[in-house]
């Protein structure tokens, strides 16, 4: 009943006050954007979403533009060289809050998208789709946020998110108020999240932990130069 109907109800009471509360604000984002880099104030890329038929299906996610036009097309964060280089002024401000994912909740109106779930592989991130199918996550409607968002986000690695986004749609599976439960508990989580940019590590998934190896290596290159 929660999932088949009572989230769809939600997803449109949450994401149609969103678009009356938040149109103006996003104008002057959409207006920022257009004098810190001229070009286009959205960007649109492939993205999985729920399976049909049993077969993988894609769909085009919106997001506010952040990075520079001149920015390789379809290359995920973490796979630039140095990422930084090309995260525009404006940019560097919407994706540290989270802004940027704004226009996605017009997608959550249309039912691209819902308000919580696993959030929209790449296209090409294979690894995170089979990661995925493992435990039933690729079943569920892709989210604006999700448990593992509030869990890590960039921090994770690919099977560590899994397992979490895994964790989601069992609970959303299991019927009564755990799916309800969860959703609340990732709505409130996402806010407190944002508000004090948990996880947020330009280079993508699993960059947290990369760092970390780094300087690692740095501290034993160090002490058997001492």
Request: with cysteine; aromatic share 10%.
């Amino acid at each position: 009943m929660y999932k088949r109907f009572i989230k769809r109800v939600i997803d449109l009471i949450l994401s149609g006050v969103a678009i009356l509360v938040l149109a103006f604000p996003m104008l002057i984002i959409a207006i920022a954007i257009k004098i810190d880099d001229p070009g286009p104030v959205l960007f649109k890329q492939k993205r999985v979403g729920k399976k049909k038929n049993g077969e993988i299906a894609y769909f085009m996610i919106w997001k506010f533009r952040s990075m520079k036009m001149s920015t390789p097309h379809d290359t995920p964060t973490h796979l630039l060289e140095n990422p930084e280089q090309y995260i525009t002024r404006v940019g560097r401000f919407i994706r540290k809050t989270s802004l940027d994912e704004l226009p996605q909740i017009y997608q959550v109106f249309t039912s691209k998208l819902s308000v919580i779930g696993p959030r929209p592989a790449l296209w090409s991130q294979d690894d995170l789709v089979a990661e995925r199918e493992k435990y039933g996550a690729n079943d569920i409607k892709p989210g604006i946020t999700g448990w593992a968002q509030i869990n890590g986000r960039d921090e994770l690695e690919i099977d560590v998110k899994a397992k979490f986004d895994g964790e989601y749609a069992a609970a959303l599976n299991a019927g009564k108020f755990k799916g309800f439960a969860m959703d609340v508990k990732c709505f409130f989580g996402t806010i407190v999240s944002v508000l004090k940019s948990d996880g947020v590590v330009e280079g993508g998934t699993g960059e947290m932990k990369k760092q970390e190896k780094e300087k690692e290596t740095e501290k034993e290159k160090d002490t058997v130069a001492k």
